[in-house]
């Protein structure tokens, strides 16, 4: 969009110096995915690794239910859709969670005095300080029947047994709400803090009252913010293994923990988690094509 | 107090920032159908008068009145005034339409009647052909013209600028003066405009009330103040002037006797205030001719000239060392005295009035 002019100027330039990224690009993105490709229509080996022979088979366990010993008439199976399913349900709640908490905490800090916000983002940034593994175990510990928090509550006498949070839905939700929260909250913050409030004033002197404000100028304006948010937040969510894993049962079982038990120990299907990895990328990359789009049209009109 | 024909009156208002007082008791009244100015220096208060008007600062005392009723407690989307900001503030998600109909909804307006004012308001400011556009599209005059669209499509009972011109440069400024002038006759409300730039007040204003340090110093037309300024805070903030130290001898019926430097007597209007002491007299430079050394009321020593293209101006040193410029018109017969010469100032009739501190 900006300086016509400088563009064509670093042109000539511009293969030479894009190589390093190139590189990058292509040996941690390009080739990773290049080889999930692969062997998801790979043959699975018993013991973990593949045989190098091509098959469906890892796409066919997917969608298609043929019976015990694979002889019958194929059916959908319906297993894995419900898992993807709910993952993708789970990590749209999680966005949605992180998005009511995540924007006013942004716009809070953002209108703070310049020398104070600084201080606000250094707050919300310490938990992510300490590793993800160890914050979602201490999540277990404060929110398990025997943890502090039900021990807080019955010691106050506001319930009489302990909640039974752990194993639930809302403990994963909590988990990757708890997770994500600062993804939401930064790239917000960055769209508010860049906004320009006498637009909110001509909202004002235009008759327009305070939710009015908020809903046609604000909202619209700061919305490159919150798109990003809602992606750096749902992407890694419906991948995330650690919060299912851990604060959620057999019943809370998503995506990311199924394509990590394909890979863990002899027990694993490597074909099949490669596979099911391909259909969760196919997935979210059309969330980011949508999203793309939606962009594009904003620019050009 | 308020006559029907006061589009808004300003009462005695006080705003305070905490320790710092933007304005100190300020009292104005502006008419129905007048383009009403609010000229001063940078930080006196002029914005923080539009802002209270339009309902955006609370005044710490005295109140604000709309056609006799009182604004106080108002909220800004409550108050019948429209703005047009500094930086235009326009909604850069919205067409230029959708811009200028913004107020329109929000105020009521059933979409159809809406989108004819629309037009309507478009075509006066000659934006007719770029409806369609964001205002990222658009250049700062476009701009401009888009927000005075906004502002003035609701159809408010005053409209507030905040220095809508100072993004514009030279040329197109002087051709939007113009042109917001005649905006102001076609619609008859009332404008007050907010501007830092004399020859912007004196050439756009019924009335104009120049500020400084939050007090008004002095309301009248750009006539009245550019020729009779009541102190020597307005005859230096407008225009040019030279101001000399006289001895003031006598003052009767608003004119006052006073001894020049080379104690030459000489008769002059006097501003209400001044009493017989010592005073001091604002010369306009443009109201001086040259003369032979003995036949002026003063005598001058030339120190130099400065090339203005339409002008040249003059500088010479007085008896008593002060310092003046004389403004001569670039006209081929206009002769410039050599640097070092001594010549005679002659103060034309009107040139030269008193002033109090
Ligand atoms: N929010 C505020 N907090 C504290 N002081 C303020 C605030 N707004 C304005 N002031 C002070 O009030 C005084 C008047 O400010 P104002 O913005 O009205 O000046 P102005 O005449 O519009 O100046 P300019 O021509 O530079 O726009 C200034 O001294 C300014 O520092
Ligand atoms: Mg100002």
Not at chain 1, 64 to 82: K, M, N, S, V
Not at chain 2, 268 to 277: K, T
Request: aromatic fraction near 10%; include cysteine; charged fraction near 20%.
């Amino acid at each position: 969009m900006a300086g016509g002019a400088s563009s064509r100027i670093y042109e000539g330039a511009g293969l030479k110096l894009m190589l390093p990224s190139w590189l990058v690009i292509g040996i941690f993105l390009l080739a990773p995915v290049a080889m999930m490709a692969v062997y998801s229509f790979l043959t699975k080996e018993f013991r973990g690794g593949v045989i190098w022979e091509f098959s469906l088979a890892a796409y066919d366990q997917f969608f298609f239910d043929r019976g015990l010993f694979g002889d019958e008439a194929p059916t959908i199976e319906w297993t894995y859709i419900g898992i993807f399913w709910r993952s993708i349900w789970q990590a749209g709640l999680a966005t949605l969670a992180c998005l009511l908490i995540g924007f006013p905490t942004a716009w809070f800090i953002a209108t703070r005095d310049p020398k104070t916000r600084s201080i606000w983002l250094f707050l919300v940034t310490i938990p992510y300080w300490v590793n993800l593994l160890i914050r979602t175990v201490s999540m277990k510990f404060l929110i398990r029947d025997t943890g502090p928090l039900n021990e807080f509550l019955l010691a106050l006498g506001v319930i009489d047994e302990p909640l039974g949070l752990i194993n639930t839905n809302f403990a994963v939700q909590l988990g990757l709400f708890y997770s994500y929260l600062p993804f939401m909250v930064l790239p917000i913050y960055a769209a508010v803090e860049r906004y320009d409030f006498s637009l909110s004033e001509a909202a004002a002197d235009l008759y327009s009252g305070t939710w009015t404000t908020l809903r046609l100028v604000i909202l619209p304006v700061v919305k490159p913010g919150i798109v990003a948010g809602c992606i750096l937040v749902f992407v890694p969510s419906l991948g995330a293994f650690l919060a299912p894993d851990l604060l959620g049962g057999a019943k809370t079982f998503m995506i990311g923990s199924l394509i990590e038990e394909q890979f863990k120990g002899s027990a694993g299907n490597w074909p099949f988690g490669a596979a099911a990895s391909m259909i969760l990328l196919t997935i979210v990359m059309c969330v980011l094509l949508v999203y793309a789009r939606n962009q594009n049209k904003g620019e050009t009109r | 107090m308020t006559s029907p024909d006061i589009a808004v009156a300003v009462d005695r208002v006080i705003k305070r920032y905490g320790s710092v007082t933007a304005l100190h008791g300020v009292s104005l009244d502006i008419r129905e159908n007048e383009f009403f100015t609010l000229l001063g220096p940078s930080g006196c208060g002029k914005t923080t008068l539009l802002r209270a008007i339009a309902g955006f600062e609370d005044v710490t005392e005295g109140r604000i009145l709309l056609k006799g009723q009182d604004l106080t407690g108002l909220p800004p989307h409550k108050r019948p005034v429209n703005t047009v900001f500094q930086q235009y503030a326009l909604f850069p998600h919205m067409t230029v339409t959708e811009n200028v109909m913004f107020g329109l909804l929000r105020k009521g307006w059933s979409r159809p009647e809406a989108e004819r004012r629309v037009r309507d308001v478009l075509h006066l400011v000659q934006l007719s052909d770029f409806a369609a556009r964001k205002p990222g599209q658009m250049s700062g005059g476009q701009q401009q013209r888009v927000a005075l669209a906004r502002a003035l499509a609701p159809r408010p009972e005053v409209l507030l600028l905040d220095e809508p011109l100072s993004a514009l440069d030279l040329k197109l400024r002087q051709a939007v003066r113009m042109e917001l002038k005649a905006l102001q006759r076609e619609t008859g409300i009332a404008f007050i405009f907010v501007t830092h730039d004399q020859e912007e007040a004196l050439t756009m204003s019924d009335r104009i009330a120049v500020m400084s340090a939050g007090r008004v110093q002095q309301v009248g037309s750009p006539r009245e103040i550019y020729e009779a300024p009541v102190n020597r805070f307005v005859a230096d903030f407008i225009g040019e002037t030279n101001l000399l130290d006289v001895a003031v001898q006598s003052i009767s019926a608003g004119q006052a006797n006073v001894l020049l430097p080379g104690n030459h007597p000489f008769t002059c209007p006097a501003a209400a205030v001044v009493e017989p002491g010592a005073g001091h007299l604002s010369v306009r430079p443009e109201r001086i001719s040259l003369c032979p050394e003995d036949q002026g009321h003063l005598r001058a020593t030339v120190t130099g000239h400065t090339y203005l293209g339409t002008d040249i101006q003059l500088h010479v040193v007085l008896v008593d060392g002060e310092t003046m410029s004389v403004r001569l018109q670039n006209a081929e017969t206009t002769l410039v005295p050599d640097t070092g010469s001594v010549i005679g100032l002659k103060l034309e009739t009107g040139a030269a009035r008193l002033l109090a501190d």
